[in-house]
């Protein structure tokens, strides 16, 4: 079956860190560009960034560059989304998502909850 | 930055009834336009790719249009798993949503 299992989702306190986890089964991630996206009551759907499926390109939303990094090993067909610096703003359910084309995602996991509060 | 606004922000309409969501991008985005559904407590599900393209599984009742700054997501003959909020789409940045509810 393909899927995306998301897990790493913790209550954290202001200026911690927390890494994410995105297992990919069913197809390889190496074939597919991969991304990140978070959903917070404030902003939405807001994308985060995406690794290009040879790992050479990433990009970063303004928001989240120099504090989250986006990375994977293909050993285990796992995606990471590292988060450091994390602000109550941070707060909200994390998505790991499959490119079809672009940035048209065809594949999510079910989410992880973040919440960052002291 | 693009800046995508949808409208309205929510649709009102009876099962059966046709639902029309409009997407309109601050500059030309050419056809690099999705759109996702989702449902309460679920990830968003992709409908559409560049524009008009259907994602395997999706229903025939839904079809995306447009190109340029304006795009359109029509869902014909509402059924009742159709209840949701739509969201449109282009390289980083989202729609702010447009919820389609029973009236």
């Known amino acids: 079956q393909v899927k995306l299992v998301d897990s790493g989702g913790d209550v954290v306190q202001p200026g911690r860190s927390l890494r994410l986890s995105c297992g990919a089964t069913g197809f390889i991630l190496n074939d597919h560009a991969m991304h990140w996206v978070r959903q917070t009551p404030g902003k939405g759907l807001e994308w985060l960034t995406v690794m290009s499926f040879d790992g050479n390109r990433k990009e970063y939303a303004d928001s989240v560059k120099g504090r989250f990094t986006i990375s994977r090993d293909t050993s285990t067909n796992t995606l990471y989304l590292q988060m450091n610096g994390l602000t109550t703003d941070d707060t909200g359910v994390y998505y790991c998502?499959?490119?079809?084309?672009?940035?048209?995602?065809?594949?999510w996991g079910r989410g992880s909850r973040v919440t960052v509060s002291s | 930055e693009v800046v995508l606004t949808q409208s309205p922000a929510t649709l009102s309409l009876s099962p059966g009834e046709r639902a029309t969501l409009s997407c309109r991008a601050s500059?030309?985005?050419?056809?690099?336009l999705a759109w996702y559904q989702q449902t309460p407590g679920r990830a968003p599900r992709l409908l559409i790719s560049d524009a008009s393209n259907r994602a395997t599984g999706v229903p025939a009742r839904f079809s995306g249009s447009g190109s340029g700054t304006d795009f359109t997501l029509t869902i014909n003959s509402l059924e009742p798993e159709d209840f949701a909020i739509y969201y449109c789409?282009?390289?980083?940045?989202f729609g702010q949503g447009t919820t389609v509810e029973v009236k």
């Open positions: 998502a499959r490119a079809l084309v672009g940035y048209s995602l065809d594949l």
């Open positions: 500059q030309n985005i050419y056809i690099s």
């Open positions: 789409q282009q390289r980083g940045t």
